[in-house]
Structure formats: structure tokens, C-alpha cells
């Protein structure tokens, strides 16, 4: 039977941050196959791993950095001197390969080697029942990519790491260290399920047009052959000017953009970074011209409400009793949210009941929805259960 624990600490030491979030995390557990951790941007990370390999040595261990805290059963964990959440996982039916590797050449073609190392570690030559993946902000499909050309098509979830203000502090990391720009994956080899649910729980408007200029994967030139900031704009009745800079950013967490999958089961959100001075929009996950593009809309008070309301819609897509809840919120929303935070933490607890679980937040997030077709958004949930 799976079993996990959490353990968390706001020690302003990494050090002992880590030795003492990995001593709550192991309690109750003989023999860990693997420890998630999240942690605050302003740690040491290397000395924080060394203090969790002291209490967990041989586990394998991989995560990043997560955007202003994480959530726990206990609570909202967060801090400006630190802060560490994690989950310790055992199953003795579970075998797991956790990779990390420093961008070599291309994304696509560190994606291919970190997937090879994954499964040497797991001791294994077959893909795994699915995979965990963590990437920094801005290639998150290309490496994805490069990892599906090794395993094929397995369901994956995860997300981007973060920092507190993006500014590019955030790095991922496995027990084997730390790094800025790579990527890091944990290879899941057992015969019990998995169910994730991605969504943003957003609301299609009427808004819509067609790209009909991108600009390298991220930059969304033209809709309807128009600057898209002034498009988007227009839609909502705004000076496209006031949308400069990353004030585009913060007016967007409620009305971003969507993309529709080829089948129709999936709204992956496309959230606008940064308007520019020649009215282009930066934005956080690539898009293709000739492809729809649609206004969405949320309201703050529906943000909160999604954490628990989109828990219970995981609940009831798994066929299966739940031993734990892996939870990617992003760190958009969470900025939307602000101080009413603690209204989103009893929505998940709530939901979650006794079911252990750890919520980090990131800076974008991957999952499939009902073809299995892996993709990766921003302003989403990609929450996952894995099976007792």
C-alpha cells in the first residue's frame, strides 16, 4: 500500500531547513522511494538538499522553487527568510528513476538524454507508467518533447519552478543539486493508477480571433492581423497603453487567453507576461499562428473556489481510492488570490479530507486531459492522484 507523510520547515537556515523538513517527512516511513520538496528561492538550495540527504540518505529527492510558499495539511507554508514543504512517498511496489541534467545543446535534446538517465537509475529499458517533470519558465515543450521521442506517450504532470518575484531566481533540483536553466524528472514504474485533472477553470467569452503572427514560439504578434495588445484590448474595452510591462501580467490573471485542444476537451491557458512597446504580447507558453485564440474569464472569488472545487473533480475521475494528492497551483493565481490565501488552503483541506497532500506553486504547469495528450499552460491546476 502507498504511503506519504509531509514535513515542512521556516527555518531561516537552509541547512537545517532541510534536515528538518526531511525528519517530519520521513516520520512513520521504513523504506521512501522517493521525496518531493518545494522550497523558497532565497535558500542555499545546495546546502538545504545536503540537509535532507542527512535525514533521508539514498532517497531520491527532486522539486524547485515555488512561488511565495506551499500548502500542507497543516496550513500555508511561506516566509520571506524561507521555507520548505515536502512529501515522502513509500510503496514497495514502487520503483522510481529521478533525473536532473543541466541544458546541453538544445532543450529537445536535453529532454532526450535526461529521459535515458531517468530510466537508468530506475534500472530499467521499458517507459514508465507515467512521469513527474519539472523545467524552468520558457522551453517546458521542447524538453517535453525531446522526453517523448525516448518513452512515447506517457502521462506526465508537473510544472515550472518559480520564484517570489520574476525575476529569474528560481531553479529545480534533484538530490544531485541545483540548477538554473535544465530539467529534472522522476520516472513512476508501478502497476497502480494514476488520474490527473488540468484545467484553469476559466470561463469562455465571446472574444475570440485567429494568430496570424508569432513571433520565436512566445511572442504573440497579430490577431485577426491586428497587434494583438490592441486587439486584446479592445475586447475589453481597455487603453491598450495602460497594458505595458507587466501591468499586463497582473490584468490578465483573470481574463488570460485560451487555446483549444484538437478534440475540444481542453482550454489550455495562454497568460499574457508583458505588453510591448510595439503593442506584441509576451506571452508564457507557445502558441502557433492559424490556430484560434479566446479571451477567458475568472473572477478572484472563483480562483479560490477552483483550489477545492477542482480537488472534488479529481476525486471523481479517479477510479480508484486515493492515497495521495499532488497538487501544481499556479503562482499566477496564487498572486490573484493575495492575502485571501488562507480561503483557498480550507478549500483544499477540506476537499482533500484525510488524504495526504503538498501544493506548490509555479510558473506553469503540465498535465493531459481525457486523450492523454500531455500539455503545458500557465494559469492552471494540474492536479494528480495517485492510487492507494
Request: hydrophobic share 40%; glycine share 12%.
Amino acid at each position: 500500500m502507498l504511503k506519504a507523510t509531509t514535513g515542512s520547515s521556516v527555518r531561516k537556515d537552509a541547512l537545517s531547513a532541510g534536515r528538518e523538513g526531511a525528519r517530519k517527512a520521513r516520520a512513520g516511513l521504513s523504506n521512501p522511494k522517493l521525496a518531493f520538496a518545494y522550497a523558497s528561492c532565497v535558500y542555499d538550495l545546495d546546502a538545504m538538499l545536503a540537509g535532507i540527504r542527512a535525514e533521508l540518505p539514498g532517497v531520491p529527492v527532486i522539486g524547485n522553487t515555488s512561488f511565495t510558499g506551499v500548502i500542507l495539511p497543516e496550513g500555508f507554508i511561506g516566509g520571506d527568510d524561507g521555507f520548505l514543504g515536502m512529501l515522502a512517498l513509500e510503496d514497495p511496489d514502487l520503483t522510481v528513476g529521478v533525473a536532473s541534467l543541466p541544458k546541453q545543446g538544445s532543450a529537445l535534446e536535453t529532454g532526450r538524454a535526461v529521459a535515458e538517465k531517468a530510466m537508468r537509475k530506475a534500472g530499467k529499458t521499458v517507459a514508465p507508467a507515467y512521469f513527474y517533470l519539472v523545467a524552468p519558465p520558457g522551453e517546458e515543450e521542447l524538453y517535453l518533447k525531446g522526453i517523448t521521442r525516448v518513452i512515447g506517450r506517457v502521462p506526465c504532470f508537473g510544472g515550472s519552478a518559480a520564484d517570489n518575484s520574476i525575476s529569474g531566481a528560481w531553479k529545480l533540483y534533484t538530490d544531485e543539486g541545483s540548477c538554473a536553466d535544465g530539467v529534472a524528472v522522476a520516472f513512476f514504474y508501478s502497476n497502480k493508477p494514476m488520474s490527473n485533472h488540468y484545467t484553469g477553470a476559466y470561463r469562455e467569452t465571446a472574444d475570440r480571433g485567429i494568430i496570424t503572427k508569432v513571433q520565436d514560439r512566445r511572442t504573440l504578434v497579430e490577431i485577426d492581423g491586428q497587434p494583438a495588445l490592441k486587439k486584446y484590448a479592445s475586447w475589453r474595452g481597455l487603453d491598450p497603453d495602460t497594458l505595458k510591462g507587466l501591468d499586463l501580467l497582473v490584468a490578465t490573471i483573470t481574463s488570460p487567453l485560451g487555446v483549444k485542444d484538437r478534440l475540444g476537451d481542453l482550454v489550455a491557458i495562454r497568460h499574457p507576461m508583458s505588453g510591448n512597446d510595439d503593442y506584441s504580447m509576451g506571452i508564457g507558453s507557445n502558441l502557433a499562428e492559424g490556430t484560434a485564440v479566446i479571451r477567458m474569464e475568472s473572477s478572484v472569488d472563483e480562483l479560490i473556489a477552483s483550489a477545492g472545487a477542482e480537488l472534488e473533480t479529481l476525486k471523481k475521475k479517479a477510479p480508484f481510492t486515493p492515497g495521495v494528492f499532488h497538487l501544481i497551483h499556479c503562482g499566477g493565481r496564487r498572486a490573484g488570490i493575495g492575502d485571501r490565501i488562507e480561503e483557498a488552503v480550507q478549500n483544499i483541506r477540506n476537499a482533500a479530507g484525510k488524504v495526504p497532500f503538498i501544493c506548490e506553486f509555479t510558473f506553469g504547469e503540465y498535465g493531459f486531459e481525457d486523450d492523454d495528450r500531455n500539455t503545458c499552460g500557465g494559469l492552471m491546476l494540474s492536479f494528480t492522484a495517485l492510487a492507494e
